[in-house]
């Protein structure tokens, strides 16, 4: 079964951290490109994060110095480190690979 599932999301204070996980099932996260999005409430969906098969990333303006994204290719999964969390970051996350999407988790930032 091809699928991606993501984990990771909780409840978090301003300025905490998180790190998402995206496990790939009958697909390889190394070849390709695999991306993070998110959807905040009443709000369309955004490109966040994406990698490529070379390894190399590419950020929204938003998060650029505080979220990485990355790769284990061992693990088949793709990670998403979240730092200095603020309430704007409050969404549902979405890992994303060949038109294939995961249900999501989602992320709560406090005040």
């Known amino acids: 079964q091809v699928q991606l599932e993501e984990s990771g999301g909780g409840l978090v204070q301003a300025g905490g951290a998180l790190r998402l996980s995206c496990v790939a099932s009958?697909?390889?996260?190394?070849?390709?490109?695999t991306e993070w999005h998110r959807q905040a409430p009443g709000k369309q969906r955004e490109l966040v994060a994406r990698i490529t098969r070379s390894g190399s990333t590419n950020y929204a303006e938003s998060v650029k110095g505080r979220f990485t994204i990355s790769r284990d290719n061992a693990k088949n999964t793709v990670y998403l480190q979240m730092n200095s969390l603020n309430p704007e970051d409050t969404a549902v996350y979405y890992c994303t690979k060949f038109s294939l999407w995961g249900q999501g988790t989602q992320v709560t930032v406090s005040s």
């Open positions: 009958g697909i390889i996260v190394s070849i390709g490109v």
